[in-house]
């Protein structure tokens, strides 16, 4: 006979009758070797033993008629303090006393008998009920140890059964619960109720759309949820399955906070490079709307540049919307008197005056004088020196994150550069009006005598019968020395701003500058319905230098053409060329390969550069052609 088995099994056997109760162990051994068998003869006896040695027991085997406790009474007792299997194993057999036994809790009800088949049915029964009991002992292992596990993760977690009763949460979840529901509610005072029962209404509208369809349809579900009578920001995980739903749940307000920053800070670089960008608006327009900038960004109501002069502060520059009486543009004092002396002399950024350790190293000066609760300044530094400084404030109390931090630097640095850009603007205007002066006056004083030496030229040629060939020389250079002194006047106009602009139809300004030239015998021809905005006279004086260009430097019955390409425009001839040597000297003031002053390629260039547009030399065409780039 096969007495073996795999499963192990403490057997506790109480019956009143000590032959039969020692005979059923012995019989089980031999039918399983793997049985440990324990043995009582009365129903308290039986209880008592139990309940000191319940965590050895497996399986009780109870007689129904005993004196004292009956095994049904038995049965009762033991079930005030356990679930563990309880079968019946009585030679009295009736349906009533089946009935009572599993109302009572029996797990199964078997009836003696003297034979060997009776004793495997309940060997059978016994090892069903210890696997069934290693089994449930084991799930509820695992569940512990999810729940313990679910305990240390930060996460709120939830389980819900199908019908959304609750069936467990961690530590997290019911703190979470407390702050939804507005109370401290207990862990059993919550579980097995249903969530929508439980929630306020707002919550419900959120949640209940998404957590039917997990269930509904199967599937993992994540999404986030804004709870306002927190104003946090929940990551809401679901995840079904056959036995309901798992909700993990998340605090990530300070991601959502973040990420929200940084899109605050890419708009402010984004707005910081429209201002820079847009050309219309003037430098004080460009400098009040980075303060505005800045104040918005940092939540502020005061925003101000300085300078400083010696030992003083002055504001050149302020956006304030609550009117404080020392912030105002053209307000002076002292440096020492300012929270600009701690900018400089100790080298902060931040300054947070609600801060303890910040406020004892104040200048004590400052706040009794300005009143503010927060500060952030940075110095303003101009070609290497300090110039004066940017600042943010506020009368009420505030602190600053890194995150100000850097985008007060960058904007400080915008500030610097915008400062320095523009006195390096105002200089540029000052020597360009010196310039254009200076070449007015020359132009002025040299004309006039040339304009005196022509005209003896003349009346000389008219008092002579024959003309004389050496006068005609002196009449050519003094026309010459005419045109050198137009060209280096409208040099010294070339490379300033243009200041007006509109669109110009480019056959137009070509037929133009065509007519004022002296053409020989070169013909033109026009190939483009190109319009670009510029400067008409500027681009004018662009044609006829290259127009003088071909007809200076080719036969006189040289032929010029001017078309369009994808990118801009170009003035081509079918001349002698250009050596492809020369490369781009060929725009140097003075360059030339004849007789020629080397102006008029420069000036062309000048022009085109300050449209914003380039000029190169095609060398593949056969001829000189110049491309002008306008894209």
Same mark, same amino acid.
């Given at each position: ?68 406790? %009956? ?18 194993? %009585? ?409 007006? %602009? ?20 070169? %013909? ?108």
């Amino acid at each position: 006979m096969d007495n073996s088995s795999s499963v192990e099994a403490n057997v506790l056997l109480i019956d009143d009758n000590k032959d039969f109760v020692h005979s059923t162990g012995e019989k089980l051994k031999s039918i399983n070797d793997a049985f440990s068998i324990f043995i009582e003869n009365s129903g308290k006896d039986g209880k008592e033993f139990f309940k000191d040695n319940s965590d050895k027991i497996d399986v009780i085997v109870c007689d129904y008629d005993m004196p004292g406790w %009956t095994g049904i009474e038995t049965l009762k007792n033991i079930r005030e303090f356990s679930e563990v299997p309880f079968i019946l194993f %009585t030679g009295k057999g009736s349906e009533e006393v089946a009935s009572e036994a599993i109302s009572a809790g029996a797990s199964d009800y078997l009836q003696k008998g003297d034979s060997l088949s009776n004793y495997k049915v309940l060997s059978n029964r016994i090892l069903q009920y210890v696997e069934k009991s290693s089994l449930l002992a084991e799930k509820e292992r695992t569940l512990q140890e999810r729940n313990r596990l679910l305990e240390r993760v930060d996460d709120a977690f939830f389980s819900y059964d199908e019908d959304f009763r609750l069936l467990h949460l961690n530590e997290s979840g019911l703190q979470l619960l407390w702050s939804v529901v507005g109370e401290k509610v207990s862990y059993d005072e919550v579980i097995g109720n249903v969530l929508w029962d439980v929630v306020p209404q707002i919550v419900i509208d959120e949640l209940q759309s998404p957590f039917e369809r997990a269930m509904n349809e199967n599937e993992d579900i994540e999404f986030d949820f804004y709870y306002p009578d927190e104003e946090v920001w929940l990551q809401v995980r679901l995840f079904p399955s056959e036995s309901g739903l798992s909700v993990f749940v998340r605090d990530i307000t300070e991601k959502k906070e973040r990420i929200a920053r940084r899109e605050k800070e890419n708009e402010v670089l984004f707005e910081l490079y429209q201002i820079a960008s847009t050309s219309s608006l003037s430098h004080t327009e460009r400098l009040s709307k980075a303060l505005q900038l800045g104040r918005d960004f940092l939540g502020v109501n005061i925003g101000y540049i300085s300078s400083f002069v010696g030992s003083s502060r002055k504001i050149i520059l302020s956006e304030d919307s609550v009117g404080h009486s020392e912030i105002y543009e053209g307000a002076s004092c002292e440096i020492e008197d300012t929270f600009c002396k701690n900018v400089i002399n100790d080298d902060r950024t931040i300054v947070n005056i609600s801060s303890a350790e910040d406020k004892d190293t104040l200048n004590s000066t400052a706040i009794d004088k300005f009143g503010f609760e927060s500060f952030v300044g940075k110095e303003i530094v101009v070609d290497g020196e300090v110039y004066g400084s940017l600042c943010f404030a506020d009368c009420t109390e505030d602190s600053f994150l890194d995150s100000d931090l850097a985008v007060v630097e960058v904007l400080t640095a915008w500030v610097s550069y915008e400062i320095e850009r523009n006195q390096k603007q105002e200089e540029l205007e000052v020597q360009n009006r010196r310039l254009e002066a200076f070449a007015e006056f020359v132009s002025h004083d040299l004309k006039n005598p040339l304009n005196v030496a022509s005209g003896y030229v003349e009346m000389e040629q008219q008092l002579r019968d024959d003309p004389s060939e050496n006068l005609a020389k002196v009449q050519k250079s003094h026309k010459r020395m005419e045109q050198m002194i137009d060209e280096l006047l409208e040099l010294s106009r070339s490379s300033e701003e243009l200041k007006e %602009t509109a669109e110009i139809q480019i056959s137009e300004i070509v037929e133009e500058a065509w007519s004022l030239l002296d053409t020989e015998d070169a %013909t033109l021809g026009v190939k483009t319905d190109m319009v670009v905005n510029g400067d008409g006279d500027k681009l004018l004086n662009v044609f006829e230098n290259l127009f003088l260009n071909s007809i200076e430097h080719n036969d006189s019955d040289v032929s010029i053409e001017v078309g369009e390409f994808e990118s801009g425009f170009y003035i081509a001839d079918n001349g002698s060329g250009i050596d492809s040597d020369v490369g781009t000297d060929i725009f140097n003031y003075g360059y030339t390969e004849d007789e020629g002053h080397g102006l008029g390629l420069a000036i062309a260039k000048e022009i085109v550069d300050v449209h914003g547009w380039s000029i190169e030399i095609d060398s593949d065409w056969n001829g000189a052609k110049f491309n002008i780039y306008t894209k």
